[in-house]
C-alpha cells in the first residue's frame, strides 16, 4: 500500500521546507546527549498546538533504524488491532517505507490479535503526524503503523506480547523505538485537565501500564491514546526498561490564549 497523506495541509504543513520552517518557529533545543530511548509518548494535534512538545521529546532521543508507530482509531473505521504490512508512507516530497518483516512477525506471533487492514488507517492521522517530525530528525529509518481501538486489558496485554515477540525473534529490541501516539484531557479548563492529566502522566513515569489504563477509566480522563501508551509500557517493561522522564507538558491554551477549554499534551520517554 502507497499509504497518501490525509492530514498534510491541515495538522502540518505541505512540503519539507515548511514543516522545517515550522519546526525551527518552536526554538527547541536538542540536548548535546541523547536518551537512548526505548518508547516515547507524543501529543497527535496540529502542529501549531502540540509540534513543540512532541518534538521536544523527539529531539532529545536517539531515532532508532526500527519504529513502531501506535495510534488511537478516531475514525471508528477498520479493524480493532490493524497494521499496515507493506508499502510506504508517501508525502509527496519524501517518504519512509514499511517494515514488512516486522510487520509480518507482529502478525504470526501465536495468540497475536493483529491484522493485515488498510481501511482504519486511510483517514486517520495519529500515526501520520508523527513521521515528518522523526524525519526532521532521521532520514533513514522504516516504520510499522499499527492502529488500535478501545479494547480489554487482556487485549492490551495480547498486544504487548505480540510486538514484544516479534522484535525478539527479529533480534530488534535494542534497534527499535515504538511510540505511542496520544494526547491528554480534551476539552476542560487548564487547570481540569492538569489536574487529571497528572493522574495519568504519574502512572506512566512509574511505568504502570494497568494502572494507567484504569485510572483513565476511573477519573474519566480523555486521553485518546492510552491504549496505544499502555502498549508500548508493557513492551518496554517485558525488555527491561526501568526508566522514564517527562520532557514536556503544554495545552493548546498556551497557543490560542484561552484555557477555560484545552487539549492537554504530553511527551514522556522510556529508557
Same mark, same amino acid.
Given at each position: 500500500?502507497?499509504?497518501?497523506?490525509?492530514?498534510?495541509?491541515?495538522?502540518?504543513?505541505?512540503?519539507?521546507?515548511?514543516?522545517?520552517?515550522?519546526?525551527?518557529?518552536?526554538?527547541?533545543?536538542?540536548?548535546?546527549?541523547?536518551?537512548?530511548?526505548?518508547?516515547?509518548?507524543?501529543?497527535?494535534?496540529?502542529?501549531?498546538?502540540?509540534?513543540?512538545?512532541?518534538?521536544?521529546?523527539?529531539?532529545?532521543?536517539?531515532?532508532?533504524?526500527?519504529?513502531?508507530?501506535?495510534?488511537?482509531?478516531?475514525?471508528?473505521?477498520?479493524?480493532?488491532?490493524?497494521?499496515?504490512?507493506?508499502?510506504?508512507?508517501?508525502?509527496?516530497?519524501?517518504?519512509?517505507?514499511?517494515?514488512?518483516?516486522?510487520?509480518?512477525?507482529?502478525?504470526?506471533?501465536?495468540?497475536?490479535?493483529?491484522?493485515?487492514?488498510?481501511?482504519?488507517?486511510?483517514?486517520?492521522?495519529?500515526?501520520?503526524?508523527?513521521?515528518?517530525?522523526?524525519?526532521?530528525?532521521?532520514?533513514?529509518?522504516?516504520?510499522?503503523?499499527?492502529?488500535?481501538? /478501545? %479494547?480489554?486489558?487482556?487485549?492490551? !496485554? &495480547?498486544?504487548? =506480547?505480540?510486538?514484544?515477540?516479534?522484535?525478539? $525473534? @527479529?533480534?530488534?529490541?535494542?534497534?527499535?523505538?515504538?511510540?505511542?501516539?496520544?494526547?491528554?484531557?480534551?476539552?476542560?479548563?487548564?487547570?481540569?485537565?492538569?489536574?487529571?492529566?497528572?493522574?495519568?502522566?504519574?502512572?506512566?513515569?512509574?511505568?504502570?501500564?494497568?494502572?494507567?489504563?484504569?485510572?483513565?477509566?476511573?477519573?474519566?480522563?480523555?486521553?485518546?491514546? /492510552? %491504549?496505544?501508551?499502555?502498549?508500548? !509500557? &508493557?513492551?518496554? =517493561?517485558?525488555?527491561?526498561?526501568?526508566?522514564? $522522564? @517527562?520532557?514536556?507538558?503544554?495545552?493548546?491554551?498556551?497557543?490560542?490564549?484561552?484555557?477555560?477549554?484545552?487539549?492537554?499534551?504530553?511527551?514522556?520517554?522510556?529508557?
Amino acid at each position: 500500500m502507497i499509504r497518501k497523506p490525509a492530514a498534510i495541509g491541515y495538522f502540518y504543513p505541505e512540503g519539507l521546507n515548511n514543516i522545517r520552517s515550522l519546526i525551527d518557529s518552536f526554538g527547541v533545543v536538542p540536548p548535546k546527549e541523547k536518551i537512548n530511548a526505548f518508547g516515547i509518548m507524543s501529543p497527535h494535534a496540529g502542529y501549531i498546538y502540540s509540534g513543540k512538545t512532541s518534538y521536544s521529546g523527539f529531539s532529545s532521543i536517539n531515532i532508532k533504524n526500527n519504529i513502531i508507530v501506535i495510534g488511537p482509531n478516531h475514525t471508528g473505521i477498520g479493524a480493532e488491532f490493524s497494521l499496515i504490512n507493506k508499502g510506504k508512507y508517501d508525502f509527496q516530497d519524501f517518504s519512509v517505507p514499511i517494515n514488512s518483516e516486522l510487520a509480518e512477525a507482529i502478525i504470526k506471533d501465536d495468540g497475536s490479535p493483529f491484522v493485515s487492514d488498510e481501511l482504519a488507517h486511510l483517514k486517520e492521522h495519529s500515526v501520520e503526524v508523527q513521521i515528518p517530525l522523526i524525519y526532521n530528525l532521521k532520514k533513514d529509518f522504516n516504520i510499522v503503523p499499527i492502529v488500535v481501538s /478501545f %479494547i480489554s486489558y487482556n487485549d492490551v !496485554l &495480547n498486544a504487548s =506480547k505480540a510486538i514484544f515477540n516479534a522484535l525478539k $525473534k @527479529l533480534n530488534l529490541l535494542d534497534d527499535v523505538l515504538i511510540v505511542a501516539s496520544s494526547d491528554m484531557t480534551h476539552y476542560e479548563s487548564a487547570e481540569s485537565a492538569r489536574l487529571k492529566d497528572d493522574i495519568a502522566i504519574n502512572e506512566i513515569l512509574n511505568l504502570n501500564p494497568r494502572g494507567l489504563y484504569e485510572k483513565v477509566r476511573e477519573n474519566d480522563i480523555t486521553m485518546c491514546g /492510552f %491504549i496505544p501508551a499502555a502498549i508500548m !509500557l &508493557n513492551v518496554a =517493561k517485558m525488555a527491561g526498561r526501568t526508566k522514564s $522522564k @517527562l520532557t514536556g507538558y503544554t495545552n493548546s491554551g498556551d497557543v490560542s490564549g484561552d484555557y477555560s477549554s484545552v487539549v492537554g499534551y504530553s511527551s514522556i520517554v522510556i529508557y
